[in-house]
């Protein structure tokens, strides 16, 4: 089975992921799409981040009926940070009849070469790169890419979380069992959940 995986810190999910997932799938490009939760993202700092769980939840909410879409805690089980690496070598020698595309946005796509183990990544895994605006695809670095046709939306979880930190509505930015997730439990109603100014997707 050809598999994409969308890791992301998902922080929370919204609307922009769920479309670059819906393209992909609809395209052909993968038979599913596993979004995989990263507790702890070696370039994000640990303090803007919602519980792994609670994260992990959300995004059950978000594809709950579409079985091309599976939520993966993966990660939960392996050494932190998380390191994309380790985790394709988990799950190689779990699915060992699957195949595994990375799916990555352009400016994630820049940074490749910084991650750990990044030729062993880029010899050994397709890489499917949805658009970011601002960052072209200018270097392959001898990947084996392809450049999805999703188009570009602007939604940011860090613009989500100031929404909700200051009582102002995320409709039609997540979707609505989301939105009452999130609103019913309290999630990132607290200033003290993101001390961070970074942006993330």
């Known amino acids: 089975m050809e598999v994409g995986l969308f890791f992301g810190s998902f922080n929370p999910i919204h609307h922009g992921h769920l479309i670059v997932a819906s393209e992909i799938i609809q395209a052909g490009l993968v038979q599913e799409l596993w979004f995989v939760v990263s507790p702890q993202n070696p370039f994000k700092k640990i303090g803007s981040l919602l519980n792994e769980n609670h994260r992990l939840f959300l995004l059950q909410e978000a ?10 805690n993966i990660e939960f089980k392996l050494p932190k940070p998380s390191y994309t690496v380790n985790t394709l070598a988990y799950l190689k020698e779990k699915y060992p009849s699957h195949q595994f595309s990375i799916i990555l946005g352009s400016d994630s796509f820049q940074n490749l070469p910084k991650w750990k183990n ?4 880029i010899q050994n895994h397709r890489i499917l790169i ?11 670095y001898g990947a084996n890419i392809h450049l999805t046709q999703s188009p570009l939306i602007e939604i940011s979880s860090t613009h989500i979380r100031k929404l909700i930190r200051e009582r102002k509505s995320i ?3 997540v979707p609505e069992t989301v939105r009452v997730a999130i609103e ?4 990132y109603f607290s200033n003290s959940e993101n001390q961070t100014q970074e942006q993330d997707s």
């Open 63 to 72: 594809i709950e009926g579409d079985s091309r879409l599976k939520a993966s």
């Open 118 to 121: 990044a030729p062993y990544i």
């Open 184 to 187: 019913t439990n309290l999630y």
């Open 171 to 173: 409709r039609y930015l």
């Open 130 to 140: 949805y658009p970011r605006k601002g960052y072209d695809v200018k270097d392959t």
